[in-house]
């Protein structure tokens, strides 16, 4: 998965405390996380989709990006894609501002 830095952030135009800038990254990798999960899930089928739920809670993190490369040889473009237009959004914002 992507990281979020506080850099990234500065690119975007948007200074925050320190406090306010790590409660905006928790939020916004929160958000990306779900938005590549449910672009993921759609990807899959039934049976895929309880696989990659047990790897996950499983907590094996290769092992899930393992099975991931092999069962969707394309989810690294899913989750770039998902920080792209994530990441525009919130330049938007911080260009509303």
């Known amino acids: 998965m992507i990281t ?17 800038t790590e409660n905006f990254i928790s ?3 929160e958000t990306l996380e779900e938005r ?3 672009a993921i899930t759609e990807l ?6 309880t696989q990659l739920m047990q790897l996950t809670e499983a907590g094996n993190e290769a092992a899930t990006d393992q099975w991931l490369s092999q069962a969707l040889p394309e989810y690294k473009d899913v989750i ?5 237009i994530l990441m525009g959004e919130v330049a ?3 260009g509303a501002v």
């Open 4 to 20: 979020i830095t506080p850099t990234m952030l500065t690119e975007l135009g948007i200074n925050l405390s320190d406090l306010d």
């Open 92 to 94: 938007q914002l911080a």
């Open 80 to 84: 770039q894609d998902e920080f792209d």
């Open 36 to 38: 590549v999960g449910l």
């Open 44 to 49: 899959l089928d039934d049976a895929e989709v």
């Open 27 to 29: 939020h916004i990798q």
